[in-house]
């Protein structure tokens, strides 16, 4: 029961309220980034939103080191820290997403794809963009898998982005070239099995 409780409360309450926070900072930003030109909102939101993920991304171990500083003095300064990080962070990649999105839109209504009278635009991104997710091994990777309770991960992992594509990508290869060194390493003869009965038989024979 709790289980069921647990899903409920993260699929109703914390996702609706996620989508509900991008919504409003998006229609913001439809305001305030020159509405009434297309080509300037999108560069100006591929601008704004790659520097604000690159300076959370640069100044992450900064931010962990605050994040334990504030963790020592209380459990609410570490909390408002962190959604504070969180919230410019996440306005950086709204306005990522937000430069692509009028993109694309734009040239599905330039460059329409049409199957007999039906426009399977909308489709055709769908599915090429999965498969290229796909390809990469990154189809099941989402932008909120569950949630935690604010401050509630200790040492500063509050404010750590994950960035293990490629190292997760590459594990197995590295693994297995380690392995095959540490094999190499080994003498000739490690296999062989040892007898310890041998001498102890020529002594009784002798």
């Given at each position: ?12 309450g914390v996702t609706s309220l996620c ?179 041998e001498p102890e038989q020529d002594k009784?024979?002798?």
């Open positions: 029961m709790e289980h069921v409780l647990d899903h409920a409360a993260t699929v109703v989508n509900l926070h991008w919504i409003a900072v998006w229609a913001l930003m439809d305001c305030l980034v020159y509405p009434q030109n297309v080509t300037v909102s999108v560069i100006l939101s591929w601008i704004l939103g790659y520097a604000i993920v690159s300076a959370a991304l640069f100044y992450e171990p900064r931010s962990r080191d605050l994040s334990r500083t504030f963790e020592k003095r209380g459990a609410n300064w570490k909390v408002l820290f962190e959604d504070a990080d969180l919230v410019v962070a996440n306005i950086g990649v709204i306005l990522v997403w937000r430069g692509w999105w009028m993109y694309f839109e734009s040239l599905a209504y330039y460059f329409p794809i049409y199957h007999g009278s039906f426009d399977v635009t909308s489709m055709y991104s769908n599915l090429s963009a999965f498969a290229m997710l796909c390809l990469c091994y990154a189809s099941a990777t989402a932008v909120l898998k569950g949630c935690d309770f604010d401050g509630q991960m200790p040492d500063g992992e509050g404010v750590t982005f994950s960035l293990d594509y490629f190292s997760d990508f590459f594990r197995e290869q590295i693994q297995e070239e380690e392995g095959k060194e540490t094999e190499g390493d080994k003498p000739a003869d490690s296999n062989y099995n040892y007898d310890k009965s009784k024979n002798d």
